[in-house]
């Protein structure tokens, strides 16, 4: 089977950076996507490795290297919005784009 | 451009009786998504289509549970009969159904069954 793990909280102060970890058991998948949300609203799509490597997208970057599992999403400047939680995700090989969540991990900004 | 549309946003009714969640995915996309979200479970794929077709209904819970695709543009998501256990958020989503493409999620239906 499939199985993500992310650490269940962080907390962070106001301009700092932080990371979140996500390590997963699987094979035969596209790649490793990241998701925001904010308390009560839906989920939205941040940034997608389909590659080994960094992507970034402003604030936030993300990494993926397959060879140990593993990937991250990195947020640099924290601001206060930044307080949500962070689901990563994998795409399954053949699957129509069905995404496999982690537990998600949520993030505390604190001033 | 419209999002993916759920409704009702809300909904609170007493154990037993039937519940249908409507969706509306973004126009073009062809694969669509339900979603439960528990703190205990977390977010839970419940069923997918692809064109119309489902596809993986592995992570629907008991028999009670039941959904339909008739066309493109519209899904129902449909509890018969409902018990307080169900008491969740459901989300939609929907997407291009190829690889490296986001999937976009409605607002979410918030469940209370008394």
């Known amino acids: 089977g499939q199985s993500l793990e992310q650490p269940s909280e962080v907390t962070a102060v106001e301009g700092a950076i932080v990371q979140i970890n996500c390590t997963y058991q699987?094979?035969?998948?596209?790649?490793l996507s990241w998701y925001q949300q904010h308390d009560g609203g839906a989920p939205t799509f941040l940034s997608y490795?389909?590659?080994?490597g960094l992507e970034e997208t402003g604030r936030f970057s993300s990494f993926l290297s397959r060879s140990d599992s593993y990937g991250y999403l990195l947020l640099q400047e924290l601001q206060m919005k930044d307080s949500a939680s962070y689901f990563c995700?994998?795409?399954?090989?053949?699957?129509?784009?069905?995404?496999?969540f982690g537990q998600g991990t949520e993030l505390s900004v604190k001033p | 451009d419209a999002g993916v549309i759920q409704s009702p946003r809300h909904e609170v009714t007493e154990m037993g009786q039937e519940v249908t969640l409507r969706c509306k995915p973004i126009?073009?996309?062809?694969?669509l998504f339900w979603y439960r979200q528990t703190m205990m479970r977390g977010l839970e794929l419940l069923i997918y289509?692809?064109?119309?077709?489902?596809?993986?209904d592995s992570g629907m819970p008991e028999d009670r549970f039941s959904a339909k695709m008739p066309n493109a543009s519209f899904s129902t998501l449909k509890i018969q009969p409902s018990e307080p256990r169900d008491s969740a958020v459901y989300f939609c989503?929907?997407?291009?159904?190829?690889?490296?493409?986001?999937?976009?999620f409605g607002d979410g239906t918030r469940l209370s069954i008394l």
């Open positions: 995700a994998v795409e399954i090989y053949n699957q129509g784009g069905k995404l496999i």
């Open positions: 989503a929907s997407s291009l159904g190829s690889s490296n493409q986001p999937q976009h």
């Open positions: 490795n389909a590659l080994d």
């Open positions: 699987t094979s035969g998948f596209y790649g």
């Open positions: 126009s073009g996309h062809n694969s």
């Open positions: 289509f692809n064109n119309n077709v489902p596809i993986d």
